[in-house]
């Protein structure tokens, strides 16, 4: 299986997956983004801007890259490039494979980027969440630019409750979560690392995972001395490409 990941996505442990998954093979080589379309890679992953560019061109999208305008891989099927929202399916799958309970009664939390949180609404509230908040790092134009999408998707998903707040509000957390997952560079948001490290904000059993973990251990470390049932990113990252090979 060959899978094209843009130089501009945070840093995974290539080497280590290319050994334990038989007959993965990535490309992380500079490509003009119609090059990379014609290279017949099985599956494409690009950050927010390429992927957005490439979304314009399609045609067939499935239900939930329709909503959000937002997908995180392109995947090869009879010849031609599906969008597909396959991080957040992944983590989702990764939770019943490993037959995890999570308290749905709580809520859960996305922190990262608008991109990031988008992908993760839909497959939490299948996994059966009903609150789920989002502290975006994004400035507060964009936040204030998807107000409506956020209304029109509560209006689409029945019962969920979606909220968000901005990044320095974060000391302000008043309940308890069940699942968090967060996507961010650390060094970029100190404030957020600071507060958060102290998960004093988990209901018992809770469920933690740091997608950007290889790039930076600081939270994953602070989770496991706090005794925080954690998903490590690279049983998370091991998980996703086998999804992709079957």
Known sequence: MKVYRSPLLPSINIQKLQNDIQGLQFDTSHYELDEVFNKEFNVIELAMAQSNVALKKMKALEWEVQMTGVCDAFVLDNDKY???QISAKALVSLIEFKKLRVDLSKSALLIGEYYFSTVFIFALSKLG?????????????????NKNKMINWQNHLFDVSISEIKAEEVSNLTDYFSLVVTDFKLSEHPTIVETISYFNFLSDQALFCDLRQFENSLLFEEAEKASVHVLTHEE???HKYRLYRE
């Open 82 to 84: 599906v969008p597909k």
């Open 129 to 145: 969440f009903k609150k789920i908040l989002i502290i975006s790092v994004d400035s507060k134009d964009m936040m204030n630019t």
């Open 236 to 238: 998370y990252e091991f």
